[in-house]
């Protein structure tokens, strides 16, 4: 079972910065596709980044390419997944998702319904 625990949210400025981190319980040789995904009030969840862990090949949202970087570490048994968003707008804020699932060939997964395990949720708002 793969536990996802987000952290880093809160609130800035418009232009302000945040970093998310997401640390990810995986076993060591699992091959996956972690996201972060956002869901403003009435609105949709939206897959934001991914990446995935074999080349860390990674997709953005095109609203926030060039401001916002996806990345991985990892520290002994442990993934963390983290969002450096930077520039920020107060159309990006939402609670953001950590999600996880499977690797899988073709068109990157961007819908949460391809997504089998997600963290608690982070709330950004830009003021």
């Known amino acids: 079972h793969v536990q996802l625990v987000e952290s880093g949210g809160g609130s800035v400025q418009t232009g302000g910065s945040l970093r998310l981190s997401c640390a990810a319980s995986?076993?060591?040789?699992?091959?996956?596709?972690l996201g972060w995904f956002r869901q403003a009030p009435g609105k949709e969840r939206e897959a934001v980044a991914l990446?995935?862990?074999?080349?860390?090949?990674?997709?953005?949202l095109d609203s926030v390419k060039g401001r916002f970087t996806i990345s991985k570490g990892t520290t002994n048994t442990k993934q963390t997944l983290y969002l450096q968003m930077d520039s920020l707008k107060p159309e990006d804020a939402a609670t953001y998702y950590c999600?996880?699932?499977?690797?899988?060939?073709?068109?990157?997964?961007?819908?949460?319904?391809?997504?089998?395990?997600w963290g608690q949720g982070t709330q950004v708002t830009v003021s």
């Open positions: 990446i995935y862990s074999e080349d860390r090949r990674s997709y953005y």
């Open positions: 999600a996880m699932r499977p690797l899988i060939s073709g068109a990157p997964p961007l819908t949460s319904a391809q997504y089998t395990f």
């Open positions: 995986l076993n060591p040789g699992d091959t996956y596709c």
